[in-house]
């Protein structure tokens, strides 16, 4: 078949599912085929926090040029074509422990388990500078990358590492040891966390070049954005920006250009949302590349990537949920091509063995998720699995031309210092953070566990269990201060809080709203009493609210079934004690004829949950 027939073909197959879609969309708005226009697929249309439109469907139409293979500037399809694929991405694990001895049992065991990267935060707080040697004393340092986390101690944790690595004679490549020195200045001025000066860390970088080792002083902490609630594109113009201006610091102190980017390593929030993370990974190390290309040393432009599960998405309520948020991550920023990944503890966002685990289950259940990935799933076996998927092709590009946008901003205020004075990085971020939240709060955005399918069954969390909002703008956060409030009450009153359904009709009627109704309330800790049908015209309804001792109640029935007896039955229940009434439904179902006998309020798929339960919890004395 000639290209033109195939072109033919596949433009008629794209009418006809046009049509189709029509059809089904026509059908379910109760309107003509025609009223919905040229282009009906567009009501389909998704559009991301960069604005970025996502199609319901990709075609030939979407292609296009193919990337240059892996290892090849622009280094979108990855960074290295020798990667060994019986390896994949490195299993990277991060380790806090105060005690050096026990610490270095704890890295052995990992590294023995699976892990081949190891991410250790030193300093205050963590492990002290003086007990590094300790933790790494049988660490093979050529076989394991280590990154320091140390933040204001970041120089004297380079001093111990310099000697311990000075100290091993049994290292026969010093070449093939690679160290990130974890400076970040520029992130932690964001984030708010103690760090060293720029120019501190220029001399660090300075002194790192002459070293035998491969070693490089900066990382860009891209999850500092990400963290405070940063969309993808925003943490990657941030990012750039700031590499530019370390770029710039370098250069400045005497470094050539691609030894100014080779100091530097970048680390990013993989989320929950796998075509997305896939996508921004290969748009991060275009758009490094695109710097290196200006910069005048394009072929040091493949920096290596740190991807880390997000810190945002992850839950304290239901937390075993976490284990499939962070599964989903790994995998689309190993599918994107990062280097090393580090999947964060599924209760991570709580103190440790707040859910009756240890330390030692948690880690090995992060561990094992990077595992499964790269050794029954065989994910690592591919490079870039994900070249040629229009969709992905397209989002990368997408992704990367929104973040450039957002770079190109930063620059022009100034550069990256001048716009986080100004306050530009910071507004930008929290635009989108109360976008994001806006949409969890009217569960338009679904966080499984939390404002959908919450499960109020599990155990109240530990006394004095502080929110995680700290160090990550966490996106349950909002419901499970709804849930804390109902834990205070169940230990205050031996119950949680409580409302009462009133079903309208048989269970096929009535059924989809109290459903509805009883995962809203739970999303905000609250108990819902279903009596079964109840009828306003008789006794039945007085006694389910006898038997509750409810004082709210929510009518839930059909569109038709509250234009014909909504009034009667708010009219009941006030009469048995009820002193709100609630309707599961839209106000217009009630209709004009219920004279003053209308219910207090309406719950609805898209109202603000987190609003209404906030109210609701006020009202039953929560």
Not at 258 to 273: H, K, N, P, T
Not at 308 to 317: C, Y
Request: glycine residues 10%.
């Amino acid at each position: 078949m000639s290209l033109a027939a195939e072109a033919e073909d596949a433009a008629r197959a794209y009418a006809q599912w046009q049509q189709a879609v029509a059809g089904v969309l026509a059908k379910s708005r109760r309107v003509d085929p025609a009223e919905l226009g040229p282009e009906p697929q567009r009501l389909l249309e998704t559009t991301t926090y960069d604005d970025v439109t996502v199609a319901p469907l990709y075609s030939g139409r979407d292609e296009r040029p193919e990337a240059p293979l892996p290892g090849q500037f622009p280094y979108t399809r990855g960074g290295s074509s020798t990667r060994d694929v019986n390896a994949g991405w490195l299993v990277s694990a991060r380790f806090d422990g105060t005690d050096a001895k026990n610490l270095g049992e704890q890295i052995l065991d990992a590294l023995e388990n699976g892990v081949s990267a190891l991410w250790l935060q030193v300093g205050d707080g963590a492990l002290p500078v003086d007990g590094l040697s300790v933790a790494l004393d049988k660490v093979l340092v050529d076989l394991a990358p280590i990154s320091l986390d140390a933040g204001a101690d970041v120089p004297a944790a380079t001093t111990a590492m310099y000697a311990l690595l000075d100290a091993r004679t049994d290292v026969a490549d010093r070449g093939a040891v690679r160290i990130a020195l974890g400076a970040a200045p520029l992130t932690s001025a964001f984030s708010g966390r103690a760090d060293i000066t720029v120019d501190e860390a220029v001399a660090l970088a300075t002194a790192a070049t002459e070293r035998v080792e491969t070693v490089r002083a900066f990382t860009v902490d891209g999850t500092a954005f990400h963290n405070s609630g940063a969309s993808d594109a925003e943490e990657l113009g941030a990012a750039i920006a700031v590499g530019i201006e370390y770029v710039r610091a370098l250069v400045a102190a005497g470094l050539s250009a691609e030894q100014a980017l080779g100091q530097i390593e970048f680390r990013f929030a993989a989320s929950d949302d796998q075509f997305q993370t896939i996508a921004k990974f290969r748009a991060a190390r275009l758009l490094w590349a695109r710097v290196a290309q200006v910069a005048g040393a394009g072929d040091a432009g493949n920096a290596p990537q740190h991807a880390v599960t997000s810190a945002a998405m992850m839950a304290q309520r239901d937390p075993w949920v976490n284990m499939l948020r962070t599964t989903l991550a790994a995998f689309g920023a190993g599918v994107g091509g990062a280097d090393s990944v580090t999947v964060l503890p599924f209760d991570s966002a709580l103190p440790a063995g707040a859910v009756g685990v240890s330390e030692a289950f948690s880690a090995r259940i992060a561990r094992n998720t990077n595992l499964l990935l790269l050794e029954e799933s065989n994910l690592g076996r591919v490079l870039d699995p994900g070249a040629g998927s229009w969709y992905i092709e397209d989002l990368t590009a997408q992704v990367a031309a929104k973040s450039w946008e957002f770079f190109q901003q930063i620059e022009a205020a100034g550069g990256y210092r001048t716009a986080l004075d100004a306050g530009l990085v910071a507004d930008r971020i929290a635009t989108t953070r109360a976008r994001r939240e806006s949409d969890i709060a009217h569960r338009k955005t679904s966080v499984t566990g939390i404002n959908e399918f919450p499960n109020l069954g599990e155990a109240p969390l530990p006394a004095g269990v502080a929110d995680s909002g700290a160090f990550a703008a966490r996106y349950a956060a909002p419901f499970e201060a709804l849930r804390n409030r109902s834990d205070v009450y169940l230990a205050v009153h031996g119950s949680r809080p409580t409302v009462l359904l009133a079903p309208l009709g048989p269970v096929a009627e009535h059924n989809v709203r109290t459903t509805f109704a009883s995962n809203l309330l739970a999303a905000g800790g609250i108990d819902a009493i279903n009596p079964g049908p109840v009828d306003p015209s008789d006794d039945t309804l007085a006694a389910a609210v006898r038997d509750s001792g409810a004082t709210v109640a929510v009518l839930c029935g059909t569109d038709a079934r509250y234009g014909e007896h909504a009034g009667t039955a708010t009219a009941a229940l006030r009469s048995a004690g009820i002193t709100t009434v609630l309707l599961a439904g839209p106000e217009k179902a009630v209709g004009d004829a219920q004279g003053d006998n209308r219910p207090d309020g309406y719950l609805t798929a898209r109202i603000d949950a987190v609003a209404a339960l906030t109210d609701l919890l006020n009202t039953l004395g929560a």
